[in-house]
């Protein structure tokens, strides 16, 4: 803040006036109200001054970077220091409007262009005074996402995914007649990126994501993007193994463990997102297969690898990078093991971990823990899941697939000649390693010899 204060102070001796806007005097409310959450970024907002007057002052203080001329941005560090400016829009993309900076716009009339009331806030950082236009602080404290002004609302379709993950992470309930507009706006036109930052949003930052998983049923945003994640949505399941009701249900329940899980592990980025898109996606081959047996029990044969399709197709949605969709559709496709191999043997250890691979047990197993209580039953702990991850930890191979004993070379220094035949036979002497068959350089050898013939 020693930072953002000095530079508040350089703009008003220059005769302008500089406050400090956005997600920061959000987050600044919120923890003056008692919440936990602070915000990293800082957005400064400088009103009486011409841009370039601006960028010479801001000059004195360091290398400045300017984000886009047209969106007239100075970019330092972690602060963001930008003149008010007017959006014209052009047509219907994000992308499909001019930008006009104009220093003597008021106060208000640059935060009206805000999305939701509790981001139109500004605050004055020489004095802490928080500037309320729009009756946000009111909204934060009622916990009420609202538009901030309903004509411009709908400039930026995004604004209703933001609406999705903000509903999630700060646990607020959607004004109604917001929630009107969202479900006017035309979604399509958004790309994938931008999609799948407000989808990160929502999975990675929220405590309850579930709140923000039913806000994107509400807000339209499952009927005209994620047919997918739409279609979990009252298929049922049997009562004796899943009380708490239909799959979209368990999901929502699974996510909140996931996001406790991913609480508890501290996990970095990318295993908090296989564990969440994990916990998401891990049923989406139920609405595919589920049916009733002769005795009208309700039953989804072959609904894990079923998954998998719909998986790939929503990741591919929400631009989930490709090392995460690769980790989780291999977990989709397994994630009925420990129900199954209550006492798995070290050969079908170690073969899970080589399916499993890039993925590792242990990701599997936060999966499989938030999967098993996304249910409406008291958690006692899930005894399959620790015996798995004791045998895989005693095998060494808790986080990573066994690596294979037999390489390329060594068939070459068995005067073996390079060839189609290659794959197959390390192939055939790595599945006799998971076996338990192979353990040495020698055995492997061996048995490379044997396949060669």
């Not at 302008?16 to 956005?22: C, E, I, N, S």
């Not at 005074?129 to 930026?156: N, P």
């Not at 998986?311 to 496709?333: C, G, L, M, W």
Request: hydrophobic share 40%; net charge negative; aromatic share 6%.
């Amino acid at each position: 803040m020693r930072v953002t204060i000095a530079i508040v102070e350089a703009v008003q001796e220059a005769g302008g006036r500089a406050l400090v806007v956005g997600g920061y005097v959000r987050d600044e409310v919120l923890a003056r109200l008692g919440q936990e959450i602070r915000s990293k970024d800082i957005d400064i907002e400088v009103y009486g001054l011409e841009f370039e007057r601006l960028r010479d002052i801001l000059q004195t203080f360091g290398e400045v970077g300017v984000v886009g001329a047209s969106f007239q941005v100075i970019k330092m560090g972690d602060i963001d220091i930008s003149i008010p400016r007017r959006d014209s829009k052009t047509g219907l993309g994000h992308k499909d409007f001019i930008v006009t900076g104009d220093p003597s716009m008021s106060v208000a009339e640059a935060a009206r262009r805000r999305d939701f009331t509790m981001n139109a806030l500004a605050m004055d950082p020489l004095t802490g005074e928080i500037i309320d236009e729009y009756g946000g602080v009111e909204d934060i404290k009622s916990k009420t996402l609202r538009a901030t002004d309903k004509e411009l609302f709908g400039d930026d379709p995004l604004r209703v995914l933001r609406a999705m993950q903000f509903s999630g992470r700060f646990g607020f309930s959607i004004d109604k007649e917001t929630l009107e507009l969202c479900r006017r706006l035309e979604l399509r036109s958004l790309s994938r990126e931008r999609i799948g930052e407000e989808w990160a949003k929502l999975l990675l930052l929220s405590k309850k994501p579930s709140i923000g998983l039913e806000a994107a049923r509400q807000l339209g945003i499952l009927d005209q993007l994620h047919p997918e994640i739409r279609a979990l949505i009252d298929v049922p399941q049997e009562e004796a193994w899943h009380p708490e009701g239909d799959v979209w249900t368990h999901t929502k329940m699974a996510i909140d463990a996931a996001a406790e899980i991913v609480r508890r592990e501290n996990l970095d980025k990318e295993e908090a997102a296989v564990v969440m898109y994990g916990a998401l996606c891990h049923d989406l081959g139920k609405p595919i297969t589920t049916a009733k047996d002769s005795r009208g029990r309700i039953i989804s044969h072959g609904h894990a690898d079923a998954g998998v399709e719909p998986a790939k197709s929503f990741f591919y949605a929400v631009n989930v990078p490709q090392k995460v969709s690769d980790k989780v559709t291999r977990i989709i496709k397994d994630h009925l093991f420990p129900a199954l191999n209550e006492q798995p043997t070290d050969a079908a250890v170690r073969r899970l971990a080589a399916r499993l691979s890039p993925a590792t047990i242990q990701e599997f197993l936060w999966v499989a823990e938030a999967d098993h209580r996304g249910r409406d039953i008291e958690w006692d702990g899930f005894p399959p899941a620790e015996t798995l991850l004791s045998r895989a930890t005693e095998l060494k191979i808790g986080m990573s697939a066994p690596e294979p004993i037999l390489m390329g070379r060594h068939l070459l220094e068995l005067g073996m000649k390079p060839g189609p035949n290659f794959g197959k036979i390390l192939r055939a002497v790595y599945d006799a390693q998971l076996s338990g068959d192979v353990t040495t350089i020698e055995e492997a050898k061996n048995s490379a010899q044997k396949f060669s013939i």
